[in-house]
């Protein structure tokens, strides 16, 4: 069984610009969730799909978005990219909401 | 006050010693979790709990509703048990809530 899919592994973006993570979950795996990791903030909520509706959202800026598709796969658009948003986003999903998780390996996010 | 604090932040070891792992939280939660990363990046999900105590191979959680509280233990510690161990918890539908992680290492 595949595990959860995190394209790309590694990007490095200008300030300013706009990137697209995505996400393909484990099969019959209907809820994603997205997370930044930090070192100063460590693992924060950016927010949780399930059947192609927002469930959850944590605290981040409207420049911070997300959506899910027919087959489950997600993507996280982050919009005018500040220095502050270098982060490893990682997605987890699962077959139900709030039950185990099943991790991807993450995007590492750098903005120069 | 963080709403969910591990203790300790770093914690070494010697092959071989019990670990205990301790997290608290302030709010009431439908379940805990225990999450393990390697350096890398990659995070495993260890346990789901929200009542009682949970045990694969050498890993032991326990939680305690009540006292809002939950340990996460390891027997023989080994050296390929360095990592971070994460706590999260999740109150109701809401969104997860992490510790801060506790930097495990273990030498040989």
């Known amino acids: 069984k595949a595990g959860v899919t995190q394209t790309p592994r590694y990007l490095i973006k200008t300030r300013g610009q706009q990137v697209t993570l995505s996400c393909s979950p484990i099969?019959?795996?209907?809820?994603v969730s997205w997370y930044q990791q930090t070192p100063g903030q460590g693992l924060q909520f950016l927010f949780e799909?399930?059947?192609?509706?927002?469930?959850n959202k944590g605290n981040f800026p409207g420049r911070f978005s997300g959506r899910q598709f027919s087959n489950s796969r997600s993507e996280m658009n982050v919009s005018t990219l500040e220095l502050g948003d270098s982060a490893l986003y990682l997605c987890?999903?699962?077959?139900?909401?709030?039950?185990?998780?099943?991790f991807g390996s993450g995007t590492r996010l750098t903005v120069v | 006050k963080n709403e969910v604090e591990q203790s300790p932040q770093n914690l070494t070891a010697q092959e071989g010693e019990f670990i205990t792992i301790n997290c608290s939280y302030s709010v009431g939660i439908s379940a805990l979790h225990w999450l393990q990363q390697h350096p890398g990046g990659g995070i495993v999900s260890l346990f789901m709990?929200?009542?009682g105590k949970k045990k694969h191979g050498r890993l032991i959680a326990t939680i305690n509703i009540q006292e809002k509280h939950s340990s996460l233990h390891i027997t023989a510690s080994h050296p390929r048990d360095s990592a971070v161990y994460i706590c999260a918890v999740k109150e109701g539908a809401q969104k997860l809530v992490f510790g801060q992680g506790t930097r495990l290492t273990i030498n040989p």
């Open positions: 709990l929200s009542s």
């Open positions: 799909y399930f059947s192609e509706t927002q469930r």
């Open positions: 987890a999903t699962t077959d139900r909401p709030g039950y185990g998780y099943t």
């Open positions: 099969s019959g795996h209907r809820s």
